[in-house]
């Protein structure tokens, strides 16, 4: 069983709340990221302030550091703060194409399958499709909606091919589609 102190579960959802608006609705704090997806820290502290959630520089850095996920980074100057992937508002994250590992993972859920093995995998609201070099975090992505379902993603072929990805700041692969015939099922135990 896991149990979080008080502190781990505000961190928990200060998290929540700056996934949700530096990466889908800076507009409901009143604010708009840069074309780069920064914001000045100065400016969301005062913002999430005047919207009644009120968050310190001591919570943002926690939040930062702690993020089990690196979600989150400040530029050098530190003040500045972005979202490191996972964006529905218009964001160029400036990424550098990367060669990606043989394979790559991504998690879902059963109820998606056909439609994938049918489509391949879409970005859908997001900018990209989502993968991970370790099979371990596709199948925690999987769990958040129900018992995971594996794919494997045949990258390197991929990226041999016409298919340009990317790696985030916090290690996510990105890639703007995968077609069905660079994916396989995966047997989880
Ligand atoms: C599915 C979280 C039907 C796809 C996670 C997924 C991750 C299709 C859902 C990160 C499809 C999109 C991203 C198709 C894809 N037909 N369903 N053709 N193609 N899908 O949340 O990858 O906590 O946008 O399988 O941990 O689940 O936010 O993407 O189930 O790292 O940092 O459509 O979000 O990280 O869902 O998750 P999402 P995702 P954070």
Known sequence: MCIMTTTAKRIVK??????????????LLGLELNSAGWIEVERLLEA?????????LTDLETVVAQSDKQRFSFDRSKTLIRANQGHSV????ELTPLLPPALLYHGTHYKALAS????????MQRHHV????????????????????????????????????????????LVEHVPKEYIRLQNIN
């Not at 999430?48 to 968050?55: E, L």
């Not at 993968?131 to 371990?136: E, F, G």
């Not at 494997?152 to 700041?169: G, H, V």
């Open 14 to 27: 200060i998290s929540k709340y700056l996934s949700y608006h530096l990466r889908h609705r800076p507009d």
């Open 48 to 56: 999430t302030n005047k919207h009644n959630f009120p968050i310190s």
């Open 90 to 93: 218009a964001v160029d994250l």
């Open 116 to 123: 994938i093995m049918d489509r391949g995998l879409c970005k």
């Open 130 to 173: 989502h993968l991970s070099a370790k099979q371990a975090t596709a199948i925690k992505v999987g769990q958040r909606r129900g018992k995971p379902v594996i794919l494997e993603i045949a990258a390197a072929k991929m990226a041999q091919l016409r298919f340009t990805f990317y790696c985030s700041d916090n290690g996510v692969w």
